[in-house]
T-cell receptor
């Protein structure tokens, strides 16, 4: 069965600190990987996605993620977080048949 | 463009009552999805549709039915609501199936007492 694991449930950082959120997926076939963000009171928005090519993908607002096939990982990074990055972050895997699986989410709190 | 809209935004039901949640998108997307979001459990796929007139089961389909009679609408029905169905329900749509971005609606907060 397909699954997505996010290692950290709640991360608290000070502004300008670096961020790395872990995501591991489990699936035997080809998956397409996504990171979504949900700001307080808003709906989910796409941060970035990977389905082929360069394993280092860049998204909006300075976020990037690296796909490491050997580790089944797709970790999200940002070199310097801002207070406005406070949100919940979801990793997702979608098979070519369209079946999507989301991780449990990581709540990021950035202290000003 | 309104994007993805959901009706209603909030609803309180008694156990055993029925209701239908409506999702509409104006982006001419082929694919639509219904998720539920529960604290600490992320989003779980209930049902999805790969085109008008088609539906498929997701991870947690029991207790829900769906219909996609028109391309722009995707309805989620609860025939006999249970307290375990208290959740926030999100609808999403996408242009392509696997590699495409899913656009999410604002959510419907449902409480079953």
């Amino acid at each position: 069965a397909q699954s997505v694991s996010q290692h950290n449930h709640h991360v608290i950082l000070s502004e300008a600190a670096s961020l790395e959120l872990g995501c591991n997926y489990s699936y035997g076939g080809t998956v397409n990987l996504f990171w979504y963000v949900q700001y307080p009171g808003q709906h989910l928005q796409l941060l970035l996605k990977y389905f082929s090519g360069d394993p280092l993908v860049k998204g909006i607002k300075g976020f990037e993620a690296e796909f490491i096939k050997s580790k089944f990982s797709f970790n999200l990074r940002k070199p310097s977080v801002q207070w406005s990055d406070t949100a919940e972050y979801f990793c997702a895997a979608i098979t070519n048949a369209g079946k999507s699986t989301f991780g449990d989410g990581t709540t990021l709190t950035v202290k000003p | 463009n309104a994007g993805v809209t959901q009706t209603p935004k909030f609803r309180v039901l008694k156990t055993g009552q029925s209701m239908t949640l409506l999702c509409a998108q104006d982006m001419n997307h082929e694919y639509m999805y219904w998720y539920r979001q529960d604290p600490g459990m992320g989003l779980r796929l209930i049902h999805y549709s790969v085109g008008e007139g088609t539906t498929a089961k997701g991870e947690v389909p029991d207790g829900y039915n769906v219909s996609r009679l028109k391309k722009q609408n995707f309805l989620l029905g609860l025939e006999s609501a249970a307290p375990s169905q208290t959740s926030v329900y999100f609808c999403a749509s996408s242009l392509t199936l696997a590699g495409g971005e899913q656009y999410f609606g604002p959510g419907t907060r449902l409480t079953v007492t």
